[in-house]
C-alpha cells in the first residue's frame, strides 16, 4: 500500500502488519497523486511542485522526475502495457509521455479549466478526461 499525504512525502506501508516500510521524499510540494504501474515495480507521483516523480518500489528509490508541466500536476494514468503515463494539469493540458524513452509525446488542449482525473481504456488506445470546467473528453491516443 502506498499513500500521500499533505506534505511532500510518500509513504509504504506493509499491507499484513501495517507497519510503515519506507519513506520517500523528493518533491518540493504536497504530493496529489499516485498510480503504480501495472507490474506493480513502479510508483508514479504528482504533486504541486509541477513535477511527476518514477520510484523504484523493489529498492525505494527515486528512478527519474518528469518536467515540462508549467502547473501542478492533478491526475495521472498509467496505460495497461505500463508503456505511456498521462498527466493532467492545473493549466488545462494533458500530457503524454513514453516511459520507455522517459519523453513527452504529446500535450493535448481541449479543456477550459484544471485536469482532475484521466482514465485509459483496456486496450490502451483512448484516454477520457475529466475537468473542472464540466466537461468529459475522449482522446485517441498516440
Request: hydrophobic fraction near 35%; avoid cysteine; aromatic fraction near 6%.
Amino acid at each position: 500500500l502506498v499513500s500521500g499525504n499533505g506534505g511532500n512525502t510518500i509513504r509504504i506501508w506493509d499491507l499484513d502488519t501495517g507497519d510503515l516500510k519506507k519513506t520517500l521524499t523528493g518533491h518540493r510540494d504536497s504530493v496529489v497523486s499516485l498510480i503504480i504501474s501495472p507490474d506493480g515495480k513502479t510508483l508514479f507521483s504528482s504533486s504541486l511542485d509541477r513535477n511527476i516523480k518514477i520510484w523504484d518500489l523493489t529498492i525505494g528509490e527515486l528512478k527519474n522526475t518528469l518536467t515540462g508541466h508549467i502547473y501542478y500536476v492533478h491526475s495521472l494514468a498509467i496505460s495497461p502495457d505500463g508503456k505511456t503515463l498521462v498527466s493532467g494539469s492545473a493549466n488545462n493540458t494533458i500530457k503524454v509521455w513514453d516511459l520507455e524513452t522517459w519523453e513527452l509525446k504529446t500535450t493535448l488542449t481541449g479543456h477550459t479549466n484544471w485536469v482532475s482525473s484521466l482514465a485509459i481504456s483496456p486496450d490502451g488506445k483512448t484516454l477520457v478526461s475529466g475537468s473542472r470546467d464540466d466537461s468529459i473528453k475522449v482522446w485517441k491516443l498516440p
